[in-house]
């Protein structure tokens, strides 16, 4: 190759590298955040029931939290709906809350009654219809959930399930600190 072409050669690929450089400059800060981590505060949302009653996040500071992602059609979530219901029924009296966000814009919102009626689930069920709250939680799988503290801060993320009764025991106790 001859000193023309390789000055070509060059040429182009700097031309190459400042134009990723400046394509990946322009990527809007909500491409670029990472997911809600352990000692983050939990990203805010508001969403509805199922029979349009508004929660939004905020309504809960000073309460320990779990917010779960899940959807009807996912065996995980549906297998640890049971031993969520039983640890919301064992701790809500000290203050623990369970939002259960159901991932309305990827489910069948008409499966939810049935579902909650199937395992008796007591807490409220949000539909997160636009993908909002999956979108600030950065939910890459289902269920997803979030401890949360009285301080609005996560105390622990559990990606995949489900989670025992042990676990989820054990992340309600450290959260209610």
């Avoid at 390789?6 to 190459?16: E, F, H, N, S």
Wanted: include cysteine; glycine fraction near 6%; proline fraction near 6%.
């Amino acid at each position: 190759m001859d000193r023309t072409h390789r000055v070509i050669l060059y040429t182009l690929i700097l031309i190459a590298g400042a134009a990723w450089i400046a394509l990946a400059s322009d990527a809007s800060p909500a491409e670029t955040l990472s997911a809600p981590q352990t000692g983050f505060y939990a990203p805010g949302f508001t969403l509805q029931t199922l029979e349009g009653e508004t929660y939004t996040l905020s309504d809960f500071k000073g309460q320990a939290l779990l917010i779960n992602m899940w959807a009807t059609w996912c065996p995980p979530c549906r297998a640890e709906m049971p031993a969520i219901e039983k640890m919301y029924r064992e701790y809500k009296d000290r203050g623990f809350v369970v939002l259960a966000v159901n991932s309305a814009f990827q489910d069948k919102t008409q499966d939810i009654p049935a579902f909650a009626l199937e395992y008796g689930l007591t807490f409220p069920i949000l539909l997160d219809k636009a993908g909002e709250a999956s979108r600030a939680y950065r939910v890459a799988s289902m269920p997803s959930s979030y401890f949360v503290n009285p301080q609005g801060l996560i105390t622990e993320v559990v990606i995949g399930g489900p989670m025992s009764e042990a676990l989820l025991r054990a992340r309600i106790e450290e959260a209610l600190k």
